[in-house]
């Protein structure tokens, strides 16, 4: 199975011999160590990649592939390190190459790439997150000298959080307003709203702040102590005009401003830009949870509690509670592996032929998944954690600092809830359009069959407890789906009463849990779609018996757990009973080919370190365990 789900093996072997060879970079107890000493594991660590040879500048803006694949390695090895090459190469870099022109790319890449200019990605201000359209921070043209003069016109407007910036960086990508003279020369100022300014920071040689420039340190966090986030103030801070970063707009000696945009679209294509992001942090978000998995399911195998009383204890995973948890999960594991996969194929499509359409796909796929799969895997880590009992609890099992680390996946690069909402306002876009006739690209196709799919479902169908038919793709794909298109339609049509009262913004807001589930439910039928074709494709019989087993379990355990399908008697009450049955059948079936479903995610025991979770430990569970807690094992 790992040969199936690993295209990029030898990328993924590499660099887990590099870290083998620096075992100093793999603590056994990421909490034990002070936040300088993290930070330190974090510049060590990224330096170990580098000096292998690899470029994650070129991967990121080249073969975007290995960049993903990168972060998803990573993420198990250390996830502030993972952060941190997501803050210089997607965040830093990937706005420079991305927002910037040709001779920026040119004049930076190098650098960039060689961490000789390590660098931020200032969008955030203290009081302005996710509504960036709302951010303070100035950058006025001076037209004499011909410089823009950057300023924080109060505290609100402090940049805030910025990853790389209270110790590291030289330089940043600033999110400022652009204010140039108005043309008719009344002395006015006119406002184009945010746009993105190379800013130095830090003196080349001496690493002193540069004029003008204030940083502290955000200190410690929840989690990824490892980032040095810091608060940045500019004060008449002043960089050569060029700096503006020019793609989506041009601003002439003078101050004549043009873009080939309208604002709201110039706005939608600079943000449009930093997709490369999310899809990096669902690849990590992704590597988390495997490897959470591993831990959970491995231990699960192993562990033994309580047993007839004529017999022999047996092994927690074998109680049906544990299975109903664990197997589940791995089943939306695999569904999010091939998902992600899926996304990143798109992605790369979308660099390739630069198709607005796919743009367009690629964004609102990628926002949804980011906040599908961050969501799901913060949840997923705390039920890992307590599968495993006491013992989940010792930090040298990992899941404290994973859970701490990887809860910010929710927030950051978008929050989780206004991301969702991106998805649902396309899916209301895709829904008016196929009245008007217009094309309709292919990951929307279903929406098409809107009318046919929220039918009220064939008496017949809805009563049919046959087990073939529950485990036809045809029923599952179609249920999944028909649960979009009926969450869909009935949105628009709320929202359509609504908007006449309370206006658009509020009749939004009224709709929002319908909203957000109407996202999920798109998500989820992604997801089922990526896994069967992940199944189809699967020559291996034995493994395609797994995967199917899993999508069908990935599948069936949204229609038992969503009302929606009993509200509108999809389902009738006795094939909601068989359906919970099968989950039961397909939980235990699974139960016994769960180790090597953990293992084809191939996450060798020096990266995953935690004792109770080796493959190396299966015979002799606890002898690990006692060694790092500094007790031999007993012979
Ligand atoms: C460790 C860390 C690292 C970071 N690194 C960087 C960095 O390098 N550069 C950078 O620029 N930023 C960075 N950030 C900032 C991060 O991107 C923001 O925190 C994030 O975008 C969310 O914004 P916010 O914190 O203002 O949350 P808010 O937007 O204030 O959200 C607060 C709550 O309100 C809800 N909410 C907000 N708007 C809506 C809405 N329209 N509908 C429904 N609910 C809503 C949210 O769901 C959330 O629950 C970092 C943050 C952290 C914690």
Redesign the pocket.
């Given at each position: 199975m790992e040969h199936y789900l690993d295209d990029l093996r030898s990328l993924k072997l590499e660099v887990y011999e590099l870290f083998r060879q620096h075992p100093d970079l793999l603590p056994p107890v990421l909490e034990a160590l002070t936040k300088e000493q993290q930070r330190d594991l974090v510049r060590k660590c990224m330096h170990c990649i580098l000096d292998a040879g690899y470029s994650p500048m070129f991967f990121f803006n080249t073969d975007f592939k290995k960049y993903f694949y990168l972060a998803e390695l990573l993420s198990m090895i250390d996830l502030s390190t993972t952060?941190k090459l997501g803050?210089q190469y997607s965040?830093w870099g990937g706005s420079v190459m991305n927002l910037g022109t040709e001779r920026h790319r040119k004049q930076y890449f190098e650098d960039i790439d060689k961490l000789r200019l390590p660098g931020?990605?200032?969008?955030?201000e203290l009081r302005?997150?996710?509504?960036v359209a709302a951010l303070q921070t100035e950058a006025v043209l001076d037209v004499a000298t011909d410089e823009w003069v950057i300023n924080t016109p109060d505290d609100g407007a402090l940049?805030?959080?910025?990853?790389?910036a209270a110790e590291d960086g030289k330089m940043g990508t600033v999110?400022a307003r652009l204010k140039v003279p108005a043309p008719d020369g009344s002395g006015a100022v006119d406002d184009h709203g945010v746009h993105a300014f190379i800013v130095p920071l830090r003196d080349m040689a001496s690493h002193e702040l540069l004029p003008g420039v204030d940083i502290r340190d955000c200190g410690y966090?929840v989690g990824?102590n490892g980032?040095d986030?810091g608060m940045l103030r500019f004060t008449n801070v002043r960089v050569a005009r060029e700096n503006l970063l020019d793609r989506f707009a041009t601003v002439e000696r003078g101050g004549k401003y043009s873009s080939p945009f309208t604002a709201s679209k110039r706005f939608a294509a600079t943000l449009g830009e930093l997709t490369g992001g999310r899809v990096g942090l669902t690849t990590a978000s992704v590597g988390v949870l495997k490897g959470a998995l591993t831990i959970a399911v491995r231990y699960g195998a192993q562990r033994q509690q309580f047993g007839p009383p004529d017999g022999s204890e047996i092994a927690v995973l074998d109680y049906q509670s544990q299975q109903q948890k664990l197997m589940p999960m791995l089943a939306t594991c695999y569904a999010l592996h091939f998902t992600k996969n899926f996304l990143i194929e798109q992605y790369v499509e979308m660099k390739r032929t630069k198709d607005e359409e796919l743009v367009a796909d690629v964004h609102s796929l990628s926002a949804g998944l980011k906040a599908y799969t961050t969501g799901y895997t913060a949840s997923a880590l705390s039920i890992c954690r307590e599968c495993c009992g006491g013992h989940g609890y010792a930090a040298v099992n990992r899941f404290g600092a994973l859970r701490s680390d990887h809860d910010?996946f929710q927030?950051?690069?978008?929050?989780?809830?206004?991301l969702l909402?991106q998805v649902a306002a396309m899916l209301l876009k895709r829904y008016k359009e196929q009245f008007s006739g217009a094309p309709i690209s292919a990951t929307y196709n279903y929406l098409r069959q809107w009318a046919a799919d929220t039918l009220p479902p064939n008496p017949l169908v809805s009563h049919e407890t046959d087990m073939r038919h529950l485990r036809d793709p045809a029923f599952l794909v179609r249920s999944l789906r028909y649960r979009t298109a009926r969450l869909l339609h009935t949105a628009a049509l709320r929202l359509r009463k609504h908007t006449r009262r309370l206006g658009s913004f509020h009749a939004w807001?009224k709709c929002?849990p319908h909203l957000l589930a109407l996202s999920r439910a798109h998500i989820e039928s992604v997801m089922l779609d990526c896994f069967l074709e992940g199944v189809n494709k699967c020559v291996d019989a034995e493994c395609r018996k797994a995967l199917k087993a899993m999508a069908d379990l990935f599948a069936l355990q949204r229609i038992q757990s969503d009302i929606i399908f009993r509200n509108d008697d999809y389902v009738a009450p006795e094939k909601q009973k068989a359906i919970q049955r099968l989950i039961e059948i397909l939980c235990s079936e699974l139960r016994s080919v769960a180790v090597p479903l953990v293992d084809a995610f191939s996450i060798p025991d020096h990266i995953l370190r935690a004792p109770i979770g080796l493959a190396s430990g299966q015979s002799d569970p606890y002898s690990a365990y006692l060694q790092s807690m500094g007790y031999a094992a007993s012979a």
């Open positions: 952060v803050v965040l931020c990605f200032a969008m955030t302005h997150g996710s509504n940049k805030w959080w910025i990853g790389n999110f966090k990824l980032i986030n910010i927030t950051f690069e978008g929050d989780n809830t206004v909402q807001n929002l």
